[in-house]
């Protein structure tokens, strides 16, 4: 080993994966390995693993917006994207996203949330992903024969009450709003009994992994097409400036707020005359986007008669949904207990901000016993 780090190329190819605070540990490992590294210092440095937002340029005006965002676990359910970053990236503390695999660093990284936000982030498995050997629910998948404590299965397990949460700003700006939701999906399941024909078939709440669970099948997915078209469309529909999908000064989508002085309705923008009655806005906005032929039925959008005559178009898609979990007979009509086995580690569950399998008691006693 020490002989290998006297090569420059093998010295290069092995630093140009770890980051400051790794290499001076490798260096302090032995002084063999210190001597080999010593005397390539100044190009060893700069040959470290660099953060893949190096090349974003600073933003002064969302420098401090930025800032905020990221000190602050309040900004977490901002559903808006940002572009900008605080500052220059560091160098000392680069890695993998735990998400998304993208290398960032400490700057670019999330703030980690608060001890006590760990127990939202459980998602209960089916029992097809419960009993299958961990390894298995790796991604990509492991050998199965794996156990729990080799090197492999303990970097593709959850570490983030061990390691800390170590997410992208992408990926975790949202999993609040997704820890939210899924908490209210369970409030709201077990207000509603199996004598209401809810949680037969395909209608419970489905597996953690959602599409990539073991026991995932497709189904036929039903979507609005004129609320899918409309949320795609760059044009707002009220908007009379322009037809060519350029978005007009007062419409909302520029970069700049509207005019303050401007009156409602005396702008192009605003969606609403002052004159219109409510009859005349409502078949306005009814008969005011003419859809494109790309648009029109076909092997996909099939139309459909609504109420007052009135043809709406739904999208059918063949999407692949997760099993069904279980539903135990102690959580219905107690929302404390939703959801207490995960969080207590008796049963495994799946994490919802790493995407990553939380080990039970169960697959700990099996490596015990091994």
Not at 56 to 83: F, I, K
Not at 100 to 116: F, Q
Not at 150 to 156: G, P
Request: aromatic share 6%; hydrophobic share 30%.
């Amino acid at each position: 080993m020490g002989e290998a780090f006297q090569c420059y190329p093998i010295v290069v190819g092995i630093v140009s994966h770890i980051d400051l605070n790794t290499l001076d540990a490798l260096a302090r490992s032995c002084r063999l390995i210190h001597d080999g590294l010593i005397q390539y210092r100044t190009s060893l440095m700069a040959a470290t693993l660099r953060c893949s937002r190096e090349a974003v340029p600073v933003d002064p005006e969302q420098t401090l917006r930025y800032r905020a965002r990221a000190s602050d676990w309040n900004y977490m359910d901002d559903g808006r994207n940002y572009s900008g970053k605080a500052g220059s990236c560091a160098r000392d503390l680069v890695t993998e996203c735990r998400r998304c695999a993208d290398v960032i660093c400490r700057n670019c990284a999330i703030k980690p949330p608060l001890s006590t936000a760990l127990r939202e982030r459980h998602r209960r498995l089916c029992v097809t992903c419960a009993k299958a050997p961990i390894a298995a629910l790796a991604s990509p998948a492991l050998d199965p024969s794996l156990p729990l404590d080799s090197d492999a299965v303990q970097r593709a397990i959850c570490q983030c009450d061990t390691e800390g949460v170590w997410l992208c700003q992408p990926c975790g700006h949202s999993i609040r709003n997704a820890d939210h939701d899924y908490k209210g999906i369970w409030r709201w399941r077990t207000k509603y009994g199996g004598f209401t024909g809810i949680g037969d078939g395909d209608r419970g709440v489905i597996c953690g992994r959602a599409e990539a669970c073991l026991a995932a099948r497709e189904r036929e997915q039903e979507t609005d097409c004129d609320a899918e078209d409309a949320r795609g469309n760059t044009l707002v529909p009220w908007s009379t400036g322009s037809s060519s999908g350029t978005p007009t000064p007062g419409s909302g989508s520029g970069s700049g707020p509207p005019h303050s002085g401007t009156p409602p309705g005396g702008g192009a923008g605003f969606p609403f005359p002052t004159n219109g009655t409510i009859e005349s806005i409502i078949d306005e906005m009814r008969h005011q986007r003419t859809p494109s032929p790309q648009l029109g039925p076909g092997y996909e959008r099939h139309e459909i008669e609504g109420i007052g005559g009135i043809v709406k178009r739904k999208l059918v898609r063949m999407v692949r949904v997760g099993a069904c979990v279980p539903e135990w007979e102690d959580e219905k009509g107690s929302g404390n207990k939703i959801l207490a086995r995960e969080v207590n580690g008796a049963a495994r569950s799946w994490c919802g901000w790493c995407w990553r399998v939380i080990p039970g008691d169960k697959d700990k006693k099996q490596v015990a016993k091994q």
